[in-house]
């Protein structure tokens, strides 16, 4: 537990918080037991909670940033499930473009999004916590990248990718991504390592 970006279940979360924390690190859990259809439901548990107006995490308006992570887990589970299907099938070496789901690749791009929302909203409210923040858009763009790709929406991808590594230089999976599609990451990554100095 100690390595949860959620944080450990003891750590100390202001209490209206305490109940959709506990059920987002569940989900989080059972992810990583490789149990994603287990894992959304816990997910979508958490983000009811945080969503509810007498608890209002979704807002962004405190140092609390994990609705950020849940929307960012939902919309990765909805993205495989795209890719790969349920059973998630990830032995095959190519992803057959013919076979991806394209409602649960909406509903993937659709939680990246607010995600990616989210985290602009909390960042407003802590600005001093610029390292937070870039580390986790950079992923969900990355992810939102991966997911506009699979959809067709490749300039849209290439844009995704580029805000990844302007936040986050290191993020693998954006570098590899526009590799892929023969674009040079250079010069993105070069951007976000110039981004990360003002910080």
Request: hydrophobic share 35%; net charge negative.
């Amino acid at each position: 537990m100690r390595n949860c970006e959620y944080g450990a279940e003891h750590q100390k979360v202001d209490p209206k918080y305490e109940n959709a924390h506990l059920t987002a690190i569940s989900a989080q859990n059972l992810l990583k037991e490789k149990k994603p259809k287990e894992a959304l439901e816990y997910y979508e548990a958490a983000r009811r909670e945080m969503e509810h107006p007498n608890v209002g995490a979704d807002k962004g308006e405190d140092i609390y940033i994990n609705y950020g992570f849940v929307m960012n887990d939902i919309g990765v589970i909805h993205l495989s499930w795209a890719l790969y299907g349920k059973e998630l099938d990830t032995e095959r070496t190519q992803i057959d473009m013919a076979n991806i789901d394209p409602q649960e690749l909406q509903t993937a791009t659709q939680a990246l999004r607010e995600a990616i929302d989210f985290y602009e909203r909390w960042y407003k409210h802590n600005p001093n916590d610029y390292e937070r923040y870039s580390k986790a858009i950079s992923e969900s763009y990355a992810n939102l990248g991966v997911a506009l790709k699979y959809a067709g929406k490749t300039d849209e991808a290439v844009a995704a990718f580029a805000q990844s590594l302007l936040r986050n230089p290191k993020n693998g999976n954006a570098e590899r991504s526009l590799t892929m599609l023969e674009i040079n990451p250079k010069p993105y990554i070069e951007a976000g390592q110039k981004e990360m100095e003002k910080h």
